[in-house]
């Protein structure tokens, strides 16, 4: 692999909350190069989302965060305010969920990604800017002068991408961009993060609960279970043979249609995710295991090796490897 | 006993719109919903499934057409719409917004049956519908509120509020597209659970093909106010025909081996269903000319269709089929 663009090295992040730490990372390293798309799967809680604000550190005041961000070798953790402000529009930029709430309601979209430009100084004419962005997300540039209630949802997802791209940044961290819109507008969406991912030569981290999109956007991907990633390595290969019995349920979750061994067979897991301030001892997973050993309550368990590039974090990896 | 045990006849449901337009959210439609089995009424966000589903629950008055139930046209008065919401339950989707935060578990089960003035024990019957949601021991869960439970839990609330008054007729909208993916399974396996073991009825509302392959015994797919395609769930997920199911299909991410066709632009607007076939502005066999090879375009455009057979139990409206 060429060197890494961004390098993420043992994160932890730990909330503050009136009833004590909340440790919503624990311990998470991965690698990003230029021009990949790298997938985070995992449920609500799990720490995914607590990741993309960790990166660019946008994370409520107070939070508890260690490791390192390396962005070209530069932790972005220990950048000053001046530096992090550039680097969050001009190197990496983030398209969050809910399309909505991301968007100034009594502002016109054209001037909210006016605005970056203008305090960023990445373009000359930022008016010139955004009708080029406008049209590079696939939206007329007379949208511009909309306000987002005039858009629709797939509309505003557009406008969110526009202004995640509008200071040229060459990793776009996109937390679960599809989860609220239909499947169809859902199609458009990633159809054209695809595409800007190849023309803009974009890095890419996919944040979302739904594998079969990963498997179909990334290259490689990651899930992750309070907190901690458990199982890593090429994203159709996690999905298709997975190791960990956690990314099992999930896959299982979202059957292939014509599938027959699914076909009025639904299969889910027993329990909820863990709370972050609860997590169970040993594995964290083993109160929910379908195939749990008795040593899965208090084993230390870690990301062992299963073969090329794949990592899982589960005991009977470690077993498969010994014999 | 008819093995019919619901249906809609030629129904029309229209809202005024924003401007004085008429919306015509449901536009003719005929559904049979059969005793005892599992039918999926599939469509994006502003087909009208949601407000059909609506309408069948009495909570909807349709301008044209009538809810047939058990050989009966429902009536709008409260002395049959009463009884009728007892034996025909909705269970709607965001469950944390279903429940009120400030009732326990048990008097959220329980306000069915006081509404319904059932008789019998109260208590008992919460409790055995609490167990039948998969929520054991129910005195566990009797005594706790909203925010106590996690999102899989709640969902069993509302299930378990709905199946109290052992209802014939399920009405679930997007049962599971709130839940976590590892919870959403096991919400699935309880309601065919409900079909097989309480000879529950459901109609399960939703935009998700996977769900359907998962529960369905048949499906209906709605575009801009009608059915455009039903027929027995696998034979239509393997074989569809119209070509709006086809586009559906082939950007589920869970089908493979299926060329994508991304529909550009988004569903249409009820205040304006086009003439003809109301799919023809976004159909890829108008568009890439195959219609016009086939010499149906005229008819696209311009001649209005209904269901007809293209298998056995298997019906679409296409002018190409």
């Known amino acids: 692999m060429s060197q890494p663009l961004l390098s993420v090295r043992d994160l932890h992040v730990t909330y503050r909350s009136e009833a004590g730490p909340v440790p919503a990372v624990r311990g998470v390293s991965f690698d990003l190069a230029p021009s990949e798309t790298f997938g985070l799967a995992g449920e609500s809680g799990c720490g995914k989302s607590t990741i993309a604000g960790a990166l660019l550190k946008v994370l409520p005041p107070g939070t508890d965060v260690t490791g390192e961000v390396l962005l ?252 | 006993m008819s093995d019919i045990l619901l249906e809609t006849r030629g129904l029309a449901v229209r809202f005024p719109g924003r401007h004085g337009e008429i919306a015509r959210a449901v536009d003719g439609v005929d559904l049979v919903v059969r005793r005892g089995e599992v039918l999926a009424l599939v469509g994006e966000s502003g087909c009208g499934k949601t407000t059909l589903a609506r309408t069948i629950m009495g909570l909807e008055r349709p301008a044209e057409g009538e809810v047939v139930y058990e050989g009966e046209p429902i009536r709008y008065d409260a002395g049959f719409l009463r009884p009728y919401r007892g034996k025909v339950q909705m269970v709607f989707q965001d469950p944390l917004g279903a429940l009120n935060p400030r009732q326990t578990v048990y008097e959220a089960v329980a306000e069915g049956l006081r509404i319904q003035k059932l008789p019998g024990d ?107 395609e039903e027929g027995p769930a696998e034979e239509l997920l393997s074989h569809p025909r119209h070509p709006y199911t086809r586009a559906l299909l082939s950007v589920v991410p869970e089908v493979e081996e299926m060329e994508q066709q991304i529909l550009q632009g988004e569903a249409p607007d009820p205040t304006r269903i086009p003439s003809g076939c109301r799919f023809h502005p976004r159909c890829p066999l108008v568009a890439s000319g195959e219609a016009a090879r086939l010499g149906i375009e005229e008819r696209c455009r311009y001649d209005d269709l209904a269901l007809h057979d293209v298998a056995p139990e298997h019906r679409a409206a296409c002018h190409a089929l």
């Open chain 1, 72 to 323: 070209d070798g530069e932790d972005v953790l220990q950048m000053t305010p001046g530096r992090l402000r550039a680097v969050r529009w001009t190197e990496m930029s983030i398209v969050f969920q809910g399309a909505l709430h991301a968007l100034n309601p009594v502002q016109r979209v054209g001037n909210q990604i006016a605005e970056a430009i203008e305090v960023h100084r990445t373009a000359p004419d930022a008016g010139a800017r955004v009708a080029e962005l406008l049209e590079v997300v696939g939206l007329p540039a007379r949208r511009a002068s909309d306000y987002p209630h005039q858009l629709s949802g797939g509309q505003r997802q557009r406008i969110l991408i526009a202004l995640a791209l509008a200071c040229n940044p060459r990793i776009l961290i996109a937390d679960e961009p599809t989860t609220a819109l239909d499947v169809m507008v859902q199609a458009q969406v990633l159809e054209l993060l695809e595409r800007l991912q190849r023309e803009l030569a974009l890095s890419m981290i996919f944040i979302t609960h739904d594998l079969s999109t990963l498997s179909y956007v990334c290259r490689r991907t990651a899930v992750m279970y309070a907190g901690r990633i458990v199982e890593e390595g090429l994203a159709d290969e996690v999905f298709a043979r997975p190791k960990h019995p956690y990314t099992a349920a999930l896959a299982a979750a979202f059957p292939l249609i014509g599938d027959h061994a699914h076909r009025m067979k639904p299969s889910g897991l027993g329990g909820d995710p863990p709370d972050p301030r609860d997590i169970p001892s040993g594995c964290p997973f083993h109160p929910r295991c379908p195939i749990a050993l008795a040593e899965c309550t208090s084993a230390e368990i870690e990301l062992w090796p299963t073969g090329e590039g794949r990592n899982a974090a589960c005991v009977r990896v470690l077993d498969e490897a010994r014999r």
């Open chain 2, 122 to 228: 109260e208590a008992m019957r919460v409790a055995d519908a609490l167990a039948r949601a998969g929520l054991r021991p129910p005195g566990r869960f009797l005594r706790l509120y909203p925010y106590e439970l996690s999102g899989g839990q709640r969902q069993r609330v509302v299930i378990a509020g709905a199946m109290v008054l052992n209802p014939t007729l399920l009405v679930a909208d997007e049962p599971v597209s709130s839940l976590d993916a590892s919870v959403r399974g096991e919400i699935l396996k309880l309601m065919l659970e409900l079909v097989r073991d309480a000879g529950v009825t459901i109609l399960v509302v939703t935009h998700d093909l996977g769900l359907a392959w998962n529960i369905a015994d048949r499906i209906a797919v709605m575009y801009l106010g009608r059915i455009v």
